[in-house]
């Protein structure tokens, strides 16, 4: 399995496909691959699809524990240039769509396509406070605490305590961008949200989608947190991306 130094970082990334370039972004506690296994049959026969994981997530490599969504997305940055990517088509879950705000706003010339999934676009601290490392073990979260351990064993080194600790951080911090700074974003944009996505509530994306000039939007029925996995609505979310991205490929 491939990893590429960037920066700091022996980046850990998957790739398949042929075609344009697209970027997946995962979810806060998540890795690459894991966030989209819904989404690879149906992207890497039309694309060039990478899956990577990461600073402090996954099998990510770095001698510092310390992360935030601003760096992911100054890391995502440096990775394209490793990779030889100029520009790519940017799909982002939850945490990884905020990773893609931040690089739709600071570096324009890389992103040819925005997807967010499962983001509002504006902090919201609320329940952060439950995933903190004292909390989990109070509770006895062993599944949880078993499943961070496993799931991110080379990135933290072993200390899922400080893993967890900056996840909280982060969630209560980011992302921090401006109304203006959000309007100034100015390629094609897809927003999804489920119905019933308490992280991504209504009148956030309402919010967004007006901040974001031409942006299109999916509210997708029935649907939690996770509209783009196997057990909300995948088929829908797919082909609403597949057909937003045939609108807006070639890139130049």
Not at 125 to 146: C, K, N, T, V
Not at 163 to 169: D, G, I, V
Request: overall charge negative.
């Amino acid at each position: 399995m491939p990893h590429v130094k960037v920066k700091d970082l022996e980046l850990f990334y998957e790739k398949m496909g042929t075609g344009e370039p697209v970027i997946f972004l995962h979810s806060s506690y998540s890795r690459g691959l894991l966030a989209f296994s819904s989404q690879i049959l149906d992207f890497q026969n039309k694309y060039t699809c990478y899956f990577p994981d990461f600073r402090g997530h996954g099998r990510t490599r770095c001698e510092s524990l310390e992360w935030s969504t601003p760096q992911l997305a100054d890391d995502i940055a440096a990775f394209m240039d490793s990779m030889g990517i100029e520009k790519a088509h940017l799909t982002g879950y939850s945490m990884g769509a905020n990773v893609g705000l931040y690089l739709a706003v600071n570096d324009p010339a890389k992103v040819a396509t925005l997807t967010t999934i499962g983001t509002g676009g504006f902090c919201d601290p609320a329940g952060a406070e439950d995933f903190e490392p004292e909390r989990l073990l109070e509770l006895e979260q062993q599944g949880i605490i078993s499943q961070m351990k496993e799931r991110h064993e080379e990135a933290h080194q072993g200390n899922w305590q400080e893993f967890m600790r900056q996840s909280a951080n982060d969630w209560r911090r980011y992302p921090d961008l401006s109304e203006a700074q959000l309007s100034s974003i100015g390629c094609p944009v897809l927003i999804i949200a489920g119905e019933h996505d308490t992280y991504a509530a209504a009148d956030k994306i309402i919010q967004l989608v007006s901040l974001i000039k031409g942006s299109q939007c999916l509210i997708v029925p029935g649907a939690g947190h996770r509209p783009h996995m196997g057990r909300e609505q995948p088929v829908l979310v797919n082909d609403t991306i597949l057909e937003f991205l045939a609108k807006n490929s070639n890139l130049k």
